[in-house]
């Protein structure tokens, strides 16, 4: 077995094909993954001084320091409230949006589809800094309303794109179908349009709780000192501590929700649902 | 006909609850920012004073062109790669490839904060690198950080699989067949990729860079964690007219002129998509 960790029986052993392979996995997960792992070592790192790879003593210190911390449990929950409200709430107005856009053709449709884009194309900081003038007329400052609605408009380009390209390619023919059998247009919808575009609107569903569980920028422009979410008591934190252990762990609490959604939508994360949220037909 | 009004109906009555939220929140809060950018900071005057600026202070003018550097490198860098490692996913079969198949999927879902975080553990001075190295007597500075260079492998960690999933996507849309027929009539794999697959993916290269490029313009959490004091990106730069000096008449016109940026990718988008062939309909 120890044979195989020399390079070069470890070339002649797999072929010359199979060992490119394996060095692409390596650098792979390397870039990609070990930064993740480091921290996740880092949080569960009580002594952790220079020059030691691994930390000089385990245990859960800094887990007792951040929970102690009287912020991050109220922190926690208005992420929370605010993530699953933006996503109800912009289901509730993007979804029917999204499917008129995929199976009607009328004037000024293209128009529709593009003003999405420009979620997307101009700053956010530029967006948020003159709807804080607007907020203050309308006393939005400071409220789970003003909070919410930035964090709409994250979220709206992929909560109209991505379901429009899956109900795109929902087959016309089905749904004719399902009328033809006597189903009303609702129940068509429900049972048989809906079912088959769930990967898509699964997938914007996840981008925005996700994108509205990190966004941090707007939450504290809008937010003021009221509406604190975790990304923005994890700025204090981490800004404010020296030890990297405490925003190692408040990282790994942050993720938590991301990996749960992620394991629990697996099946429908493919590059084919993702990428349609970035097309415009 | 009395059908067709009612289907016109339900399809605007659809999209426009979505719609006006967009004009709302994001096009009238952008109209007043283009506005305000023309205005005298005391007096309300018309004046480009608050354009000049940008282009006239060094400080500013580097900034501006400090972004567009680590931009473009970082949309060059990210597609190329991209491009390699999906190809590699389309075209190999193995257990290797499945399994990056998987992986690559979900650094897209990963808070940026802690993506750039756990980045920090590793390359910062004192990190996962520089402790190896010192285990063999090497004291490693990567000097990455506060550097434009620690900013672009950063955008590489968020980019390189969002660009490798939207042209995995165009390359798996290719189907076989007609791989094989170019191969049968004789054109070799440079030939064939030349020939076919690259035309038949192009669409997905441009969409993928756009939305690297757009979305890099305004990056802020990573050059805010990781960035230098001077030059900065335009993100930090607007944070600051707005937050340190509250200029909002400048950081406003700052807004406006990263939207004109964004724009130029944004319009070449929009010309390939709308270029929709017959058969696409």
Partial sequence: MFKMLNPRRFYHAVGKKKFLEFILLAVFILFFYEPL?????????????????????WGFKWWGYVFGQKSLVSSMIQSFIIAIATTVISMIFCIPAAYSLARFQYPGRKVFMLSFLLTNAFPKLGIYTSIAVLFYKYGLMGTYAGVIIIHMINSM???????SSAFRNVHRQQEEAARDAGASPVRTFFKVTLPMAMPGIAVATLYTFLGSMEEAQGTMLVGLARIQTMPVAMYGIVLDSSAIQIGAVFAILLIIPSALLIFVMRKYIGPEAIAGGFKMK | ??????????????????FLVVMLTVAYPIVSAVIQSFQDEDTGAFTTANYTYFFTETAQRNNLLYTLFVVIVTVVIAIVLAYLLALYLRFVKSGISRAIGMLYLLPRFVPTMCAVYA???????????????????????????YHASGIIVMNMWFNIPFATMMIAAGLGAIPDSIIEASRDSGAGRWKTFTSMILPLSMKDV??????????????????????GNSPKMLGIALYDQFNKYLSYNRSAALSVIMFLICSVSAAVYIYTNLKEKDWEK
């Avoid at chain 2, 006909?1 to 979505?18: E, Q, R």
């Avoid at chain 2, 996962?128 to 063999?136: E, K, Q, W």
């Avoid at chain 2, 441009?206 to 960035?227: D, E, I």
Wanted: charged residues 10%.
């Fill in chain 1, 157 to 163: 380009m992929f909560m109209v794109w991505l379901p």
């Fill in chain 2, 1 to 18: 006909m009395k059908n067709k009004t009612k289907g016109l109906l339900a399809a605007y009555g659809m999209v426009l609850p979505a």
């Fill in chain 2, 206 to 227: 441009v969409v993928a860079s756009t939305f690297v490029f757009m979305s890099n313009v305004g990056s802020f959490t990573t050059p805010y964690l990781m960035g």
């Fill in chain 2, 119 to 145: 980045m920090i553990t590793i390359i910062r001075d004192s990190g996962l690198i520089n402790r190896i190295g010192l285990l063999f007597g090497l004291d490693i500075k990567l000097g990455l950080m």
């Fill in chain 1, 37 to 57: 792992l480091n921290m996740l070592m880092l949080a569960f790192a009580n002594e952790y001084n220079v020059p030691s790879v691994l930390p000089k003593e």
